[in-house]
C-alpha cells in the first residue's frame, strides 16, 4: 500500500498542474500566491499577514479590481494560499510549486525569517544570467526582520519595518532625550539570528557612534524561565541603557525580572516585540519601555483598516499585519504602471515587468505616510515613529 | 561575595523545581526501569491546568494546584494504560517511541487550546521578598522550597515506611520475585505513575508561579532538565534527583550571572558528558554494571 | 514538475538521515547525535563550496571524512556505556556542537560581503548549485544516486561478515563478546559509519536551502531520525527508507488534517509501536519479502 504512495503523489500533481494551462484573463483573476504559517509555531505572525492581505483583497476587490489589459479583474488569493508550518524545506518546494505549476505572478512570504532566507537564497541573483538557475519570481516579504534580506536578490522585495533604515534617525533622538548614556546592555533570544544580526548590522555601528559602550550581551533561552541570574548581573554592571532584541515574552520576563530586582536603566529600548501581548504580559513592569515601529494605529486610515482586520482576524493588527495590507496595495500599483498581458504565456514576462515596477516605487501612500522603494536594495523606506508605552498603552513618542 | 552567595541562594532555590521533575522521572524509571517521554508535558500540563483554574474560574492557588495535580495523575495512569503496560517485554526503544507519541498528542492538545502564546500567571506575591542575612529571599522561592521539601519528606516516608512504599521498592529490586510475593504489581504500577506524574504537575505549577509567565513550550525544556538532573544525581536515586535538580540549579545561576548566557547550555551539557563519562551512576545512583 | 522533484530531493536526504540513525541501531545502540553529525557535514561541505571554493563532488566527501572521524573518537569513548547512558551521553554532545557551531565564525571577504559561517547568524549564501547551473532535476538526480550507492553499500553490509557480526551484537552483545567478536569496535565502526551517512545528507542539505543554522541541527533532527526508522523497522535497512519516506510525503498528500497533523503524527507513533514494535518492516515481514523473491525456486529448507 505504501509502495504507491509516492508514484501516485507524483501523478496526481502532473495531473493538477496540466489543468492550469489556460489563459487567466478568462479567470477575471490575476493570480498570486502566499506562503503562509498556518499552523503550528509561528502561527501568531501568519495569522496576521494572511488577515492583512486578505482585508487589503476584499477592499480592492469591492472597489472594482486591479486594471490589467485594459480590463478589471479580480484579486484571488486563496487557492493559492499554502502552509509551510515554518518548514523551510516546504517553503522552498511550496515557492517552487507557486512558481512552476500554480503559475503566480508573484508571492506574499514566507512569513518566518529563516524560511526567507532560504527562499531568496533559491532565487536568481542577477537578472538576465543565464548560467543562473535561480527563480525567476517577485516576491515580496512583510513579516521578515532580519537585516540583508533586501539584497540578496533582485526579485526578493520586502515591505517590512526596516530597522536599519529607521533607527537611524530615531535612536540618537532618544538618546539624546534620556541621556547622558555611556554603557548599553543587550538581551536577546539566542535561539534566533534576529538578535545578533541586529546587533551586528545595525545596533553596533549605531552605538558607536553615539560613543555608547556595549557592556554585556546575552542570548537567553527559549525556554527559560528564571531571569534573576541575568538581572542580577545587570544590576551589577549598572548600564545606562538596556536594549532587548527578541520575541515579546523575553522582553515581559526580562522587565517583570527588573522591576523585582529594582534595576531602572534610563532608557529601555526594544525591537521586534511591538505587540499587546507585551503589555499585556509584562504590565506595569513595561511602562516606559521604547520602540520603533512603522504603524500608528491612531491614523485615520490605519484605524479603519484595524477595524476591518478585527473583525476578519479575531485579533488586533500588528504592524505585520498593517505591512501585508500595504503590500497587495504595492502589488496592485506596480501592476497597473506595468503593461501586463495576464495569461498563462506570458507569465515569465509579466513577472519580469511586475519586478522593474516593484523597483520603481515612489511615494506611495502607505498606512501611515508614504512609502519610496529604496535605491539601492529591495526593501521600503517607510515612515517611522518612535512609541513608548505609557499607561498600558502604545503612544506616539515626542522629545 | 554577597553577589555570589545571592546567585547561589537563588539558584539551589530555583533548582528544586528541578529536583521535583528529576524525583518524578526516577520514581518511573527506578522502579519499573520504563523512561516517561510524556513526562514534559505532563509538567506543562500541571501548569496551564492550575492556570485556567486560576485566571477563568478564580480558583485559589492552593486548590488549583491540588485539582492540577489530581488531573495529572490520571493523565499518567492514561499514557501508562495505553502507552506502556502493553509494551512491557518488548525491545528498549518502544517505550521511547510511544511515550514520545504521547507527548506530541498532549502537546498538541494544549497547544489547540492555549495556542503557542505567553500566558500570564497573577499571584500575589510575584514581587514579595524578605530580607534574611544580608541576602534577597523571594517569596516565590520560598513557596518552592517549602513545597519541595514537604513533598521530598512526605516521599521518603512513604516509600520507607507504608506497606505501598515498600511493595513499591521491592518491586524495583526484583518485579517477578515481588509478584510471587502477592504483589500487585499492575496497580503499583499505575499508583507510581500517577504519583510521579502529580509531582511533575506541582513541579510545573511552582515553576510558573516563580515565573509569572508560561506557554507550552514549558514541557520539552523541563524534559532536557530532567534528563540532565538524573543523570547527574543518579539513575532510580531520589535523594539525587533532589541532589541533582539543587545542584543543576546553581551551576545555572552563577553561570548565567559571570559570563555570557550562551555558555550555560555549554556547561550543563558538558557537566553531564564528564558525568556519564567518570562516573555514569551519578552522584547517588546505584552501582551499574557497564559492560552488557 | 520542479515541485515533485524537490519534494523528492527532501525525501531523498531525510533517507539518508535515517540510514545514519539505522546504521547506529544495527548494533543495538541508540544515538541522539545523529542531528548533530548531519550538521557537521553540513557546514562542512558548505565551507568547502563557498569558503574554499572547491567542488562539490570534493567537498561532500571531505564533511562524511570529517564526521567519520568525530564519530570514531566519540564512539571509542561512550561507546562503553549503556543504552540508555549512551544515548543520554550523544544528546549532551549533540548540543555541544550546537553551542560551538552558535560561536563559529569562518569568513572570506568577497564583493558581495562576508561568506561563510558567522556563529549565531548561521551561515548564508550557499550558492554553489545556482552559480554552476545545477536544475532542480540534476540535484534531485544526484541526491538519488547518492541514495542508490548507500542502499548497494547497505544491502552488501546486510549480507557480509561484518553485517552478521552487528547482528549479533545487536542480539546479544554478551554472546558475541563470548565468540570472540571485538564488540567495542564493531559499535564503534557502525557508530562512525552512522556518522558519515548522515553528514553526506547534511552536506546534500546545506546546498539545497543556502542557509543554515545552527539550531537546525539540534536533538529535535535526531529525533526525526529515531522516527523514520522507529516507525519504518528497526531491524532493516528498507525500514529506515520506507519510514523516512512514508513520513515526509504523508502530510503532503494528507492537506485535510493539516491542522490535526500532529495529533495524527503521534497516534500513528503510538500505534505502529503498539501493534508492530519493530517497525513496519519487521522481521515478519522481511520473513514474507524473502519468501516472495524465493517462490520461484526450490523449496527453501533454511528457515530463517
Given at each position: 500500500m505504501r509502495k504507491w504512495i509516492l508514484p501516485s503523489a507524483i501523478v496526481a500533481m502532473a495531473l493538477a498542474s496540466a489543468g492550469a494551462a489556460h489563459a487567466f484573463m478568462d479567470e477575471g483573476t490575476v493570480r498570486v500566491g502566499h506562503i503562509g504559517i498556518l499552523t503550528g509555531p509561528g502561527v501568531d505572525y501568519g495569522t496576521q499577514v494572511l488577515n492583512g492581505l486578505k482585508v487589503a483583497q476584499d477592499e480592492i476587490n469591492q472597489a472594482g479590481g486591479v486594471t490589467v489589459a485594459g480590463k478589471k479583474v479580480k484579486f484571488d488569493l486563496a487557492p493559492y494560499v499554502y502552509d509551510s508550518a515554518r518548514n523551510v524545506a516546504q517553503a522552498i518546494a511550496l515557492t517552487r510549486k507557486l512558481a512552476l505549476?500554480?503559475?503566480?505572478?508573484a508571492v506574499f512570504g514566507p512569513v518566518s525569517s529563516n524560511e526567507a532566507v532560504s527562499v531568496f537564497g533559491v532565487l536568481q541573483r542577477k537578472l538576465g544570467d543565464s548560467v543562473d538557475t535561480g527563480l525567476q519570481l517577485p516576491i515580496m516579504n512583510t513579516s521578515a526582520m532580519r537585516d540583508g534580506l533586501g539584497e540578496m536578490s533582485p526579485w526578493a522585495f520586502r515591505n517590512a519595518t526596516v530597522e536599519q533604515f529607521l533607527l537611524a534617525e530615531s535612536l540618537p533622538k532618544v538618546i539624546a532625550a534620556r541621556g547622558p548614556i555611556k554603557t548599553a546592555s543587550v538581551v536577546y533570544l539566542g535561539s534566533e539570528d534576529y538578535g545578533p544580526a541586529m546587533l551586528k548590522s545595525v545596533y553596533g555601528p549605531l552605538l558607536e557612534k553615539q560613543g555608547i559602550q556595549v557592556v554585556s550581551a546575552d542570548g537567553v533561552h527559549e525556554g527559560d524561565r528564571d531571569y534573576s541570574a541575568l538581572i542580577g548581573k545587570l544590576m551589577r554592571l549598572n548600564p545606562d541603557m538596556l536594549i532587548l532584541l527578541a520575541r515579546y515574552d523575553v522582553g515581559a520576563k526580562t522587565m517583570i525580572e527588573a522591576k523585582r530586582q529594582g534595576f531602572t536603566p534610563k532608557l529601555v529600548w526594544a525591537s521586534g516585540m511591538i505587540s499587546q501581548e507585551l503589555i499585556k504580559t509584562g504590565r506595569a513592569a513595561v511602562e516606559g519601555m521604547m520602540m520603533v515601529s512603522s504603524y500608528d494605529a491612531t491614523v485615520p486610515r490605519a484605524a479603519e483598516v484595524a477595524k476591518k482586520f478585527k473583525v476578519a482576524a479575531g485579533v488586533e493588527m500588528n504592524e505585520f499585519g498593517a505591512n501585508s495590507y500595504e503590500a497587495l496595495y504595492l502589488l496592485k500599483a506596480a501592476i497597473e504602471s506595468s503593461d501586463l498581458r495576464n495569461t498563462a504565456e506570458s507569465v515569465e514576462e509579466d513577472r519580469r515587468k511586475l519586478q522593474a515596477a516593484l523597483r520603481q516605487i515612489k511615494g506611495f501612500p502607505g498606512l501611515i505616510g508614504n512609502i519610496d522603494m529604496h535605491p539601492s536594495v529591495n526593501d521600503t523606506i517607510k515612515q517611522g515613529l518612535v512609541v513608548t508605552i505609557r499607561n498600558g498603552q502604545f503612544d506616539v513618542w515626542k522629545p | 561575595m554577597s553577589f555570589l552567595l545571592q546567585q547561589i541562594l537563588n539558584g539551589a532555590m530555583y533548582g528544586c523545581t528541578y529536583a521535583l521533575v528529576g524525583i518524578g522521572f526516577n520514581l518511573v524509571f527506578g522502579v519499573m526501569n520504563m523512561i516517561n517521554l510524556a513526562y514534559g508535558e505532563v509538567i506543562m500540563a500541571g501548569a496551564f491546568i492550575a492556570l485556567a483554574l486560576v485566571v477563568f474560574l478564580d480558583t485559589p492557588l492552593l486548590l488549583a494546584g491540588l485539582a492540577a495535580a489530581a488531573a495529572c495523575a490520571v493523565i499518567g495512569m492514561i499514557v501508562e494504560w495505553t502507552c506502556l503496560r502493553p509494551i512491557r517485554g518488548a525491545h528498549y526503544m518502544a517505550p521511547l517511541l510511544t511515550t514520545i507519541g504521547a507527548s506530541i498528542i498532549l502537546l498538541e492538545i494544549f497547544i489547540k487550546i492555549f495556542s503557542t502564546e505567553e500566558w500570564l500567571f497573577p499571584t500575589a506575591f510575584e514581587f514579595s521578598q524578605i530580607k534574611v542575612a544580608g541576602l534577597t529571599v523571594r517569596v516565590p522561592y520560598l513557596i518552592i522550597l517549602g513545597v519541595s521539601l514537604t513533598l521530598m519528606i512526605a516521599l521518603h516516608f512513604w516509600i520507607t515506611r507504608t506497606q505501598n512504599g515498600r511493595a513499591v521498592r521491592a518491586m524495583a529490586e526484583n518485579v517477578d520475585a515481588a509478584r510471587l510475593m502477592g504483589i500487585n504489581v499492575d496497580a503499583l504500577t499505575s499508583l507510581t505513575f500517577a504519583l510521579a506524574c502529580a509531582l511533575g504537575a506541582i513541579a510545573g505549577v511552582l515553576i510558573a508561579i516563580s515565573s509569572s509567565i508560561v506557554s507550552t513550550t514549558l514541557g520539552s525544556e523541563m524534559l532536557l532538565k530532567g534528563f540532565v538532573v538524573i543523570v547527574l544525581g543518579g539513575l532510580g536515586s531520589i535523594p539525587g534527583a533532589a541532589l541533582g535538580g539543587v545542584l543543576l540549579g546553581i551551576v545555572e545561576g552563577v553561570t548565567v550571572a559571570y559570563l555570557p548566557s550562551l555558555y550555560r547550555d555549554f556547561f550543563s551539557f558538558g557537566l553531564l558528558m564528564i558525568m556519564l563519562m567518570a562516573r555514569p551512576t551519578g552522584l547517588m545512583g546505584k552501582r551499574i554494571a557497564e559492560r552488557a | 514538475m520542479d515541485y515533485a522533484l524537490t519534494l523528492l530531493s527532501t525525501t531523498g536526504i531525510n533517507i539518508i538521515l535515517a540510514l545514519s540513525m539505522y546504521a547506529v541501531m544495527s548494533t543495538g545502540q541508540l544515538s541522539l547525535a545523529q542531528g548533530a553529525m548531519f550538521g557537521i557535514g553540513a557546514y562542512a561541505a558548505a565551507w568547502c563550496t563557498t569558503v574554499a571554493g572547491l567542488p562539490l563532488w570534493f567537498a561532500l566527501p571531505v564533511g562524511s571524512a570529517i564526521a567519520a572521524l568525530v564519530g570514531a573518537a566519540l564512539g571509542a569513548v561512550l561507546l562503553r556505556l549503556k543504552h540508555f547512558y549512551f544515548a543520554i551521553a550523544t544528546l549532551a554532545f549533540g548540543e555541544l556542537v550546537r553551542v560551538f557551531f552558535l560561536n563559529f565564525e569562518w569568513t572570506v571577504e568577497t564583493s558581495s560581503g562576508p561568506i561563510g559561517p558567522r556563529g549565531q547568524l548561521g551561515f548564508q549564501k550557499i550558492y554553489y548549485l545556482a552559480e554552476h547551473g545545477w536544475t532542480v532535476a540534476q540535484f534531485t538526480g544526484l541526491v538519488w544516486a547518492i541514495l542508490a550507492g548507500l542502499f548497494a553499500i547497505f544491502a552488501l553490509l546486510d549480507v557480509s561478515r561484518m553485517g552478521s557480526a552487528f547482528k549479533m551484537v545487536r542480539d546479544d552483545e554478551v554472546v558475541a563478546a563470548a565468540v570472540g567478536l571485538n564488540t567495542t569496535a564493531i559499535k564503534v565502526t557502525a557508530f562512525s559509519l552512522g556518522s558519515a551517512v548522515a553528514a553526506l545528507g547534511g552536506g546534500l542539505y546545506a546546498h539545497f536551502a543556502t542557509f543554515l543554522l545552527p539550531g537546525y541541527f539540534g536533538f529535535a533532527r535526531s529525533f526525526e531520525a529515531l522516527i523514520y526508522v522507529a516507525i519504518g523497522g528497526i531491524d532493516t535497512f528498507l525500514g529506515a527508507i520506507v519510514g523516512a519516506a512514508f513520513l515526509t510525503l504523508i502530510p503532503e498528500s494528507a492537506r485535510i488534517v493539516q491542522d490535526y497533523r500532529m495529533i495524527v503524527f503521534g497516534l500513528l507513533l503510538i500505534l505502529v509501536v503498539l501493534f508492530r514494535p519493530r517497525g513496519v518492516i519487521d522481521r515478519g515481514t522481511l520473513r514474507w519479502l524473502r519468501q516472495l523473491f524465493r517462490s520461484r525456486h526450490a523449496p527453501d529448507l533454511a528457515r530463517l
Open positions: 505549476s500554480d503559475k503566480v505572478l | - | -
